[in-house]
């Protein structure tokens, strides 16, 4: 967990780093009590990798739904995304629908997850053929 300070006042910049205890059940102490605008950025931290903020005094998920069991933003957490039941079970019952994992590019090609639009010896879907085909990341 690193913080990064600023005084505008005395123009100093500070930055403190702490390591969290466990790497499976993250837990650093709020940073409200000192800086009430850290709320937002804690409620973000435990949202999206996990971290709880003991002495937060309203901590609950930001980004993601109630119900959401993964914390996306982890080293463990598919690139991809998993296929996840969707937050209104009255909806998804009526419609069928789920959450589904993104197509992922790796290296020359795409990958896609299992799911009924997969395209597993199609290639990309582009029009260009095999030459024209490069990583949009480089």
Wanted: proline residues 12%.
């Amino acid at each position: 967990m690193v913080w990064h300070l600023l005084s505008t006042v005395q123009h100093a910049y500070v930055r403190v780093a702490a390591h969290c205890t466990d790497d499976t059940n993250p837990t650093m102490p709020s940073a409200t009590g000192l800086w009430p605008g850290a709320n937002w950025h804690e409620r973000e931290g435990y949202d999206m990798f996990g971290i709880v903020f003991t002495g937060h005094p309203d901590l609950r998920r930001i980004l993601m739904w109630d119900g959401y069991p993964y914390f996306p933003l982890r080293k463990e957490f598919p690139l991809a995304g998993l296929d996840t039941g969707l937050p209104d079970l009255e909806v998804a019952d009526e419609t069928g629908a789920r959450v589904k994992p993104a197509p992922t590019w790796v290296g020359h090609l795409w990958l896609y997850p299992a799911s009924p639009w997969a395209r597993p010896n199609h290639g990309p879907r582009t029009k260009a053929g095999p030459s024209a085909r490069r990583n949009p990341c480089k």
